[in-house]
């Protein structure tokens, strides 16, 4: 009895999760970009439009197995799917990476506005240890007279 009730527990929570996750659509897109093989499709796509078949060439793996990767996409919003007599073929649908594009802006400014910072900081370094090396090392100067005093 244990081990059906425990089946059926994780059964609901992977339903769950799959239900919060799809109410997202930044997550959905996430989620979909997050394998490989779909980033792959993705790439092939913005060359052109094409047939399932020729996007399951490249692949190790079954026709049913690509086209549930092309489902993941569709249902992301990342790709759209026609049909023309005995043809499918397979668009990309770039909208829901803007969405993607827009949320990293944000992190791509911190990360930038970070680096500027760090840059600053290590000049401001240079620039303070720059004349102690020049004294250590004889090449400073001093008033154009060398480093002694002839008498």
């Known amino acids: 009895m244990v081990p059906q009730l425990l089946y059926f527990t994780i059964r609901l929570l992977n339903r769950m999760v799959t239900y919060a996750m799809s109410s997202d659509r930044l997550s959905t897109t996430l989620a979909a970009l997050a394998d490989p ?17 020729k996007l399951a060439e490249p692949f190790d793996m079954s026709l049913p197995a690509v086209s549930k990767h092309l ?4 249902r992301a919003g990342l790709i759209t799917r026609g049909r023309e007599a005995q ?24 990360w930038d ?9 290590l000049n401001e370094l240079q620039a303070k240890e720059s004349p102690a090396k020049e004294l250590h090392t004889g090449k400073l100067q001093t008033k154009g007279k ?3 005093r002839k008498t």
Do not use: H, M, Q
Not at 37 to 53: D, K, M, N, Y
Not at 71 to 74: H, I, N, Q
Not at 87 to 102: F, H, I, K, S, T
Not at 114 to 120: G, Q
């Open 37 to 53: 093989t779909r980033r792959a499709i993705l790439a092939r796509l913005a060359l052109g439009e094409t047939s399932v078949t």
């Open 71 to 74: 489902k993941v996409l569709e």
């Open 87 to 110: 043809w499918r073929p397979c668009r990309l649908d770039a909208g829901p990476l803007r969405e993607v594009n827009d949320w990293l802006e944000f992190y791509r400014r911190f």
């Open 113 to 121: 506005a970070s680096f500027d910072r760090l840059e600053n900081y």
């Open 146 to 148: 060398g480093r002694g």
